[in-house]
């Protein structure tokens, strides 16, 4: 029987006899080449509905958005190439999580107008925006906000005139917001130096490259 916390055989891991092995990182089946066979198929299927409605005047198609599995990737990779590889995909807890942050919450929005809504018992140590807004250029641009769920911020948030983030989860409900008009403002207000610069900015396949190498475009 292998050890309910290493994973590996011969010896197990008890109340009086604690296992302290390593345990070894959750499995993560999300190489870079199946995130590139994903970004490509999103910016394809989203290319054909624009040529749909281009060809179809006073047609609108409804976007379902970038599938998670696509953008918290994305920025798994991109905190990757910043020095985090522990940071994984695929974890109970959270979107994403890792030795250095725990907890890693990714939100991402692929028109700039776009909502963004929270779990209302959604816990995190850090989050991420990624905005995606610009992929049919090849552009993309993360923001690391290393504020937690239980900060102030997200608490007093406002979601409408009348309700914060911290009352409409008190009612279990999906807080929804937009990031680029009532979330990001907001930030740059309280917390300048934190939003003076991106996490990342650049091309996709940029997230793939440590920060001391010039990215390729695609």
Same mark, same amino acid.
């Given at each position: 029987? !292998?050890?309910? +916390?290493c994973?590996?055989?011969?010896?197990?891991?008890? /109340? *009086?006899?604690?296992?302290?092995?390593e345990?070894?990182?959750?499995? %993560?089946?999300?190489?870079?080449?199946?995130?590139? /066979?994903?970004?490509?198929a999103? $910016?394809?299927?989203?290319?054909?509905?624009e040529e749909?409605?281009?060809l179809t005047?006073?047609?609108? =198609?409804?976007r379902?958005?970038?599938?998670?599995?696509l953008?918290e990737?994305i920025?798994?990779y991109?905190i990757?190439s /910043?020095? %985090?590889?522990?940071?994984?995909?695929?974890a109970k807890?959270?979107?994403?999580?890792? *030795?250095v942050?725990n907890?890693?919450e $990714?939100k991402?929005? #692929?028109?700039?107008? &776009?909502?963004t809504?929270?779990?209302? #018992?959604?816990?995190?140590?850090?989050?991420?925006?990624l905005?995606?807004?610009?992929?049919? +250029?090849n552009?993309?641009?993360?923001?690391r906000?290393p504020?937690p +769920?239980t900060?102030?911020?997200w608490?007093t948030l406002?979601?409408n005139?009348?309700q914060t983030?911290?009352?409409?989860? %008190?009612?279990l409900?999906r807080?929804r917001? =937009?990031? &680029? #008009?009532q979330? /990001?403002?907001?930030?740059?207000?309280k917390?300048p130096?934190m939003?003076?610069a991106?996490f990342? &900015?650049?091309?996709?396949e940029g997230i793939?490259?440590p $920060? +001391?190498t010039? !990215?390729?475009?695609i």
């Open positions: 029987m !292998a050890c309910g +916390n994973k590996q055989k011969g010896h197990r891991n008890t /109340k *009086k006899k604690p296992c302290t092995n345990a070894p990182p959750p499995y %993560d089946p999300v190489t870079p080449d199946v995130v590139r /066979k994903l970004y490509k999103f $910016v394809a299927h989203e290319t054909m509905l749909i409605e281009a005047p006073g047609f609108h =198609i409804r379902t958005g970038m599938p998670m599995e953008s990737n920025v798994k991109a990757h /910043k020095g %985090d590889t522990t940071c994984t995909w695929g807890t959270g979107d994403l999580q890792s *030795k942050e907890i890693q $990714v991402s929005i #692929t028109a700039i107008d &776009s909502p809504s929270f779990g209302p #018992t959604q816990p995190w140590n850090v989050i991420y925006f905005d995606a807004s610009g992929s049919k +250029n552009l993309l641009v993360i923001w906000i504020l +769920n900060h102030e911020f608490k406002p979601v005139k009348k983030k911290e009352q409409q989860g %008190d009612e409900r807080p917001t =937009i990031w &680029s #008009t979330i /990001k403002p907001l930030l740059e207000a917390f130096e939003m003076a991106p990342y &900015s650049g091309t996709f793939f490259v $920060v +001391n010039t !990215a390729m475009d």
